[in-house]
């Protein structure tokens, strides 16, 4: 039951659900990320060091993040020695390092979720502490972005008119986004989509901590941003130019070329906004997500019927 050609298989299936939804919901989908996240854990971390299984649980790392946070929970997956242990024989990639920093995301929602329950005084504290760690991913996310800016001498992505892939021209939402993104390769353009989308998670997050500093700071003479000197919001303020990146980067996406493999590489960037910006008053951007996801849907993964 350990082999890689049993993960592998569990894969495929999730992978199934995910493009034909036979029992018409999400439920067998997910039941296949349960499964295959109870494999590679029930496996071991060294299994996953090298050869087919470093690559197959590369493979799985997003979908794995995407169920936690599905589910409200969090895995043993991405705990400290799972992201370290399994690149013992190759040097992480940009994109691998862009996942560890988006495999916090259900730990601090987890987190986050605790607050009301807690008392006067140690909201505060956790507050603190969750706002300081999305600081931290987020210069982290800063400096993987840079560092691929100065890898290459070239543009890593460039503007270009929109051809218009995603809605009719006489749609009201048209000319939302005048231009999009192309990318140098297709590996830059997911690295760069998913770090996009993970910072318009943190920027919001961390906006929505700060206004929460403040109601507690209602009922007191002062507030976590007083107490423990933490930095404005500064660029984070403006999460929605950031959610923007992500939306420019679809049409790349939707080209004809790229059959089916890579609008299912956007969707979770794409649900991952979309996600964020609903906790906002943001209904044109919102409705222009939700029409790219009809997109990918009808491109073949109709999973997304049932999980947005």
Same mark, same amino acid.
Request: aromatic residues 10%; glycine residues 6%; hydrophobic residues 40%.
């Given at each position: 039951?350990?082999?890689?050609?049993?993960?592998?298989?569990?894969?495929?299936?999730?992978?199934?659900?995910?493009?034909?939804?036979?029992?018409?919901?999400?439920?067998?989908?997910?039941?296949?990320?349960?499964?295959?996240?109870?494999?590679?854990?029930?496996?071991?971390?060294?299994?996953?060091?090298?050869?087919?299984?470093?690559?197959? @649980?590369?493979?799985?790392?997003?979908?794995?993040?995407?169920?936690?946070?599905?589910?409200?929970?969090?895995?043993?997956? @991405?705990?400290?020695?799972?992201?370290?242990?399994?690149?013992?024989?190759?040097?992480?990639?940009?994109?691998?390092?862009?996942?560890?920093?988006?495999?916090?995301?259900?730990?601090?929602?987890?987190?986050?979720?605790?607050?009301? @329950?807690?008392?006067?005084?140690?909201?505060?504290?956790?507050?603190?502490?969750?706002?300081?760690?999305?600081?931290?991913?987020?210069?982290?996310?800063?400096?993987?972005?840079?560092?691929?800016?100065?890898?290459?001498?070239?543009?890593?992505?460039?503007?270009?008119?929109?051809?218009?892939?995603?809605?009719?021209?006489?749609?009201?939402?048209?000319?939302?986004?005048?231009?999009?993104? @192309?990318?140098?390769?297709?590996?830059?353009?997911?690295?760069?989509? !998913?770090?996009?989308?993970?910072?318009?998670?943190?920027?919001?997050?961390?906006?929505?901590?700060?206004?929460?500093?403040? !109601?507690?700071?209602?009922?007191?003479?002062?507030?976590?941003?007083?107490?423990?000197?933490?930095?404005?919001?500064?660029?984070?303020?403006?999460?929605?130019?950031?959610?923007?990146?992500?939306?420019?980067?679809?049409?790349?996406?939707?080209?004809?070329?790229?059959?089916?493999?890579?609008?299912?590489?956007?969707?979770?960037?794409?649900?991952?906004?979309?996600?964020?910006?609903?906790?906002?008053?943001?209904?044109?951007?919102?409705?222009?997500?939700?029409?790219?996801?009809?997109?990918?849907?009808?491109?073949?993964?109709?999973?997304?019927?049932?999980?947005?």
């Amino acid at each position: 039951m350990r082999e890689d050609e049993t993960l592998a298989a569990c894969m495929a299936l999730s992978l199934y659900e995910a493009l034909e939804c036979p029992t018409a919901g999400s439920e067998g989908y997910f039941s296949h990320c349960h499964g295959f996240l109870a494999l590679v854990q029930a496996r071991g971390v060294h299994a996953h060091a090298s050869g087919a299984g470093h690559q197959l @649980f590369l493979g799985l790392r997003v979908p794995g993040i995407l169920y936690a946070l599905q589910h409200n929970t969090s895995t043993v997956l @991405f705990d400290s020695i799972w992201t370290e242990q399994p690149w013992a024989e190759y040097p992480k990639s940009s994109l691998d390092r862009v996942t560890d920093c988006f495999a916090h995301a259900p730990g601090i929602l987890e987190r986050v979720r605790t607050l009301p @329950f807690l008392n006067a005084n140690q909201r505060p504290n956790l507050l603190y502490n969750l706002v300081h760690e999305c600081w931290q991913l987020d210069q982290h996310l800063e400096l993987i972005d840079d560092e691929m800016q100065k890898s290459t001498s070239g543009s890593l992505y460039w503007p270009m008119p929109s051809q218009q892939r995603i809605l009719a021209n006489d749609d009201p939402l048209a000319g939302l986004l005048p231009t999009v993104f @192309f990318f140098a390769n297709v590996q830059t353009a997911r690295t760069l989509t !998913l770090l996009w989308a993970t910072r318009t998670m943190l920027w919001t997050g961390l906006h929505n901590l700060y206004n929460y500093s403040k !109601l507690l700071a209602a009922g007191s003479c002062t507030s976590i941003n007083d107490e423990n000197n933490l930095p404005p919001l500064g660029h984070c303020e403006d999460y929605i130019s950031m959610a923007c990146h992500v939306c420019q980067s679809v049409e790349y996406f939707l080209q004809t070329e790229m059959l089916l493999a890579e609008p299912i590489s956007v969707s979770p960037a794409l649900g991952i906004v979309l996600d964020s910006l609903q906790q906002g008053y943001h209904p044109q951007e919102v409705a222009w997500l939700r029409a790219a996801l009809d997109v990918v849907r009808r491109k073949g993964l109709r999973a997304l019927d049932y999980v947005t």
